[in-house]
């Protein structure tokens, strides 16, 4: 393997730890317990603050901040903190900042391959699954956890303690105060205005669970049901169903649901008031 390359105007603590073919550029700051897997590229002007855990093949741009203390009033210098934990090939771009974890439980945490652009923000205590996009500017509160394939349009915000459910897709300018449910699509302010059709057949889900994805939403998320009669309801299309996985996802997301579900107030019109579809 390739050596490591280290630029002169580094600052690396001891604590820190590097795998095979790191590269570290210009104006790198590294302090406290750091750990880099193999290939990892610190391109220049990145700051990890430990306890800090990189996956291999993960890049970081200029600018990115990674482990500084979160943005609590409860929180004190010093204190102890799991930190972050980052997977591999992920791609952290310009003036991304993700925090530190607040609770001993679990670090604040990105998955494989997750693709964070420009300013984008993950704060403390969130966790963020396999091949997420956010795209710029988004701000993830702390607490937030997006699930796998999920894409978050830009500017968008999501408050404290929400769950975006798997390869749902929000629009740009979204604000989200509630639970998404997996395949759901957003607009505007808490609107869900439909399913993912297109990122269900680009991620390979038949054609005919596509069909049965689409009769549950109809019958679920489009009626704005109770919570209650939602479980019930999903329950009985999945024992239909008999294994269709997007159905088995949509009722344990709402089964496990501690926020109010994302409601449905029809797609927007062109004049961007809300309308039925």
């Known amino acids: 393997m390739p ?41 220049a002007m990145v700051y990890l603050q430990g306890p800090v855990k990189i996956g291999a093949r993960t890049r970081l741009w200029p600018g990115a901040c990674v482990g500084a203390d979160p943005q609590d009033y409860k929180v004190k210098p010093g204190f102890a903190t799991p930190g972050v934990v980052i997977g591999e090939d992920c791609l952290i771009r310009e003036h991304v900042t993700i925090h530190s974890a ?32 956010l795209v710029n500017n988004v701000l993830l509160a702390g607490h937030v956890e997006v699930f796998e394939k999920a894409t978050i349009g830009g500017s968008t915000a999501v408050h404290q303690f929400c769950r975006i459910g798997r390869q749902a897709f ?11 449910p997996p395949y759901g699509v957003t607009v505007n302010r808490n609107n869900l205005v439909s399913i993912n059709m297109v990122g269900m ?35 009985r299309l999945d024992q239909e169903a008999g294994g269709c996985v997007p159905i088995r996802q949509m009722l344990e997301f709402v089964q496990t649901a501690k926020r109010p579900i994302c409601p449905y107030r029809g797609n927007p019109r062109i004049t961007g008031e809300s309308g039925a579809d």
Do not use: W, Y
């Not at 390359?5 to 820190?16: K, R």
């Not at 964070?116 to 699954?129: L, P, Q, T």
């Not at 038949?206 to 009769?215: F, G, K, P, Q």
């Open 3 to 43: 050596d490591r390359q280290i630029h002169p105007s580094a600052v690396l603590s001891p604590e820190v730890k590097l795998g095979e073919g790191v590269k570290i550029g210009p104006g790198c700051v590294l302090t406290g317990s750091v750990e880099l897997g193999d290939h990892v590229e610190l391109i």
């Open 201 to 235: 057949r680009r991620g390979g889900v038949s054609r005919e669970h596509v069909t049965l994805a689409r009769r549950a939403f109809r019958e679920v998320f489009r009626r704005n049901l109770p919570r209650p009669a939602m479980i019930e309801t999903l329950a």
């Open 170 to 180: 929000l629009s740009g300018l979204c604000a989200i105060a509630t639970d998404v």
């Open 102 to 133: 607040t609770k001993p439980e679990a670090p604040t945490r990105l998955g494989n391959r997750v693709f964070m652009m420009a300013a984008s923000h993950v704060g403390h205590d969130g966790h963020v699954h396999d091949d997420v996009v």
